[in-house]
């Protein structure tokens, strides 16, 4: 019996233990899985939080390899980003300059943090410059992202950018011009040959030339770069280009590029190819300038024409406006252009007869089809701020010594070659402002789209505040950078000012980018070839790309690049240098940078030399290959459709040029 009830004790205790047990494992799994199932929750929302921010640059080896300051670091270094470190301001940030704890002086750019542009150059940045090392490149030492802040620690250039050099009153005595001109030619070879894949900087200008104390160049800002991934590319690109091209020279038909550019790229302005075409011959030079100076206010209120400038036609303008259907076109066309036309002096007729009038049609401008401000407006935008030089302290190329001149008979503007009494001319300057104002109205209610005219307003209304309010921190003038959110001003009567902005898929900086290069993503190497082109003949002239001038005297230099071909045809090359050398400069030298530019400015990439022949020939190991004074043909428009229709029976700008 005792066993009995032992055993059933026994029994009983073991049933307990079980129970215990299994109580106890069912708790902790119930732990377990709930801690996972918070776990994933909390993985989840983790990595969606951080997914955009992190995860490109976390993935990217360079990043990873980069050192990471943190934001507090920076402030301390740059005393809170204060004015006294201020450096510059660019496209996508404004730069500073900073001391790090370890002593170290370095550049720090403070990317805008409302800008998605600025985002992508952060990490544009990152992912090309930091896996770049070479001493004609600038180094990236390391960067900072905190929340929505984004900051990149460069070396530091005690001379700052050539921009700054070349425009600045202490300039640039010809053998560091020189050595410059080889630096960049250098850099231009490490990215585009030493490189694996090769790297396409995409925006070789001034500003992105900086100078270290001995005032060695270094290419910076890779912001707009790109990996070439397609070796193959350029032939793809242009071997069906090339014949299309040649077979619609003359017959004023551009077949389509052969490239995989989008309708919404396909659109886009051509500026350079503009600008450079827009004056490859002499006559038509002076008349774009001559039209152009007219469009800039240089008419009275009635419309009469007050330009001094003879023998110009208004084929610029028409053809620019007639030919667009848009309606921004024709409003501006009807009310503006024939406007100037009717009561124009130019003599038009014979250039209509030989059919001159088509030269100014597609290249001009292709308009964006992104409901954006188009590139058009732009130009408008731009016109209508030169119609008050008092916006462009630096309306001329020859520091302010010959600022337009007024007469104040009943026309409004004109060239007077006495120069104006300081009454007189401020009297001019306040018609100026009224025509400014005059242009806007007159203009800008025929917009129809309103955010348009509420972008045009508004822009209106700040361009003379900031432009007073930036002066004194711009010492620097740049240039005009197909970049959103650029806030910089420039300051030249050159060219568009930076706060005009650009539609998000244009791509360079405007008068270097090449041709070809429409703003779609994909890069070749002889793209960086011609903006190379462009900043030779920068350095060695010492003026910009594009300066549209007060004197009359002056208008063929106002585009260097078809100055320089004119030049080039009339053989005297040396009159382009930079008169601040006197005739303290190598001539050998000299003529080589310019043919050499020639050579570069080929419109047709292909016949570009390459950066490794470049360096040889700057070297003085190589001969220069003979090339023609251009006029190769141009790369067909990529605008197909429309503009093809009505390119019918017009002849092709290339054939004036020609
Ligand atoms: N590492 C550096 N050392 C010294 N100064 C620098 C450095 N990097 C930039 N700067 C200065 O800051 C200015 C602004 O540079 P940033 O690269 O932001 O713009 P940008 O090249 O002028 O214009 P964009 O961004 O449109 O190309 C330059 O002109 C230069 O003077």
Redesign the pocket.
């Known amino acids: 019996m005792p066993s009995r009830q032992s055993s059933f004790t026994h029994q009983q205790s073991t049933k307990h233990r079980a129970t215990f047990v299994f109580l106890i494992i069912t708790v902790f799994s119930s732990v377990l899985i709930l801690f996972g199932v918070f776990y994933l929750i909390y993985y989840l929302w983790y990595s969606l939080i951080h997914r955009a921010r992190t995860s490109p640059l976390n993935s990217c080896p360079v990043f990873l390899k980069l050192r990471r300051y943190t934001y507090k670091e920076l402030v301390s270094a740059t005393n809170g980003f204060s004015d006294d470190n201020y450096?510059?301001?660019?496209?996508?940030?404004t730069?500073y300059r900073g001391i790090l704890r370890n002593g170290k002086l370095v550049?720090l750019?403070l990317l805008d943090s409302d800008s998605l542009d600025a985002e992508r150059e952060f990490q544009n940045e990152i992912r090309i410059l930091g896996g770049l090392e070479s001493q004609f490149v600038?180094s990236l030492l390391g960067y900072c992202v905190d929340k929505r802040k984004r900051v990149v620690v460069?070396?530091?250039?005690p001379n700052?950018?050539l921009?700054?050099s070349l425009f600045s009153n202490r300039s640039l005595n010809w053998n560091k011009r020189f050595e410059i001109i080889l630096d960049v030619s250098r850099a231009l070879e490490f990215l585009h040959r030493e490189c694996d894949p090769p790297v396409i900087h995409g925006?070789v200008k001034p500003?992105?030339v900086?100078l270290d104390s001995e005032f060695r160049a270094k290419l910076?800002?890779f912001?707009l770069s790109r990996l070439k991934v397609e070796p193959e590319f350029s032939v793809d690109l242009f071997s069906q280009d090339l014949s299309g091209t040649l077979a619609g020279v003359g017959t004023g038909e551009s077949p389509a590029i052969g490239t995989p550019v989008e309708s919404s790229t396909a659109n886009e302005v051509d500026f350079a190819l503009a600008l450079q075409a827009s004056s490859s011959s002499t006559p038509i030079n002076s008349k774009l300038v001559c039209n152009r100076l007219k469009g800039l206010g240089f008419t009275d209120e009635k419309g009469k024409d007050l330009s001094v400038c003879n023998g110009g036609t208004d084929d610029w303008i028409h053809n620019k406006f007639m030919t667009q259907d848009d309606e921004l076109g024709q409003n501006f066309d009807n009310n503006h252009i024939t406007e100037l036309n009717s009561n124009s002096n130019f003599n038009t007729a014979d250039d209509h007869k030989t059919g001159k009038k088509q030269w100014g049609k597609d290249w001009w401008w292709k308009q964006d089809g992104s409901g954006e401000l188009s590139t058009k407006d732009y130009v408008r935008e731009w016109i209508g701020s030169q119609i008050c030089p008092s916006a462009n302290p630096e309306w001329d190329d020859d520091k302010n010594s010959e600022k337009p001149d007024f007469d104040h008979s009943p026309k409004l503007n004109t060239y007077n070659v006495n120069k104006p009494s300081e009454n007189e001319e401020r009297r001019g300057w306040k018609q100026h402002r009224k025509m400014q104002e005059w242009w806007k109205e007159e203009h800008l209610d025929k917009l129809t789209k309103k955010h348009v005219q509420k972008k045009i307003k508004r822009r209106f209304k700040l361009k003379i505040f900031q432009r007073r309010r930036k002066a004194n921190r711009h010492d620097?003038k740049?240039e005009f950078?197909f970049?959103q959110n650029?806030k910089?001003e420039m300051y030249s009567g050159d060219v568009f000012s930076r706060e005009l902005s650009s539609t998000t898929s244009m791509r360079g900086?405007l008068c270097y980018v090449a041709p070809e290069y429409g703003g779609c993503e994909y890069l070749i190497e002889k793209t960086d070839i011609y903006s190379f082109g462009v900043l030779i003949l920068v350095i060695v002239s010492g003026r910009r790309p594009l300066h549209v001038l007060a004197s009359p005297m002056k208008l063929e230099k106002a585009n260097l690049i078809s100055w320089c071909r004119q030049l080039a045809l009339g053989g005297d090359l040396l009159e382009l240098v930079d008169e601040r050398l006197k005739d303290e400069y190598d001539k050998t030298q000299a003529m080589l940078c310019v043919n050499l530019a020639l050579a570069c400015l080929q419109k047709m990439p292909e016949l570009r030399p390459d950066i490794g022949d470049i360096v040889k020939v700057l070297k003085g190991e190589m001969e220069l290959p003979v090339v023609p004074f251009e006029f190769s043909p141009s790369p067909p428009s990529k605008l197909a459709g429309r503009s093809r229709s009505r390119r019918k029976n017009k002849t092709n700008i290339d054939t004036y040029i020609a």
């Open positions: 450096i510059g301001k660019g496209g996508s940030g730069v550049a750019k600038v460069y070396e530091y250039m700052r950018s921009q700054e925006d500003s992105n900086l910076s800002d912001g620097h740049s950078s970049r650029s910089t900086t």
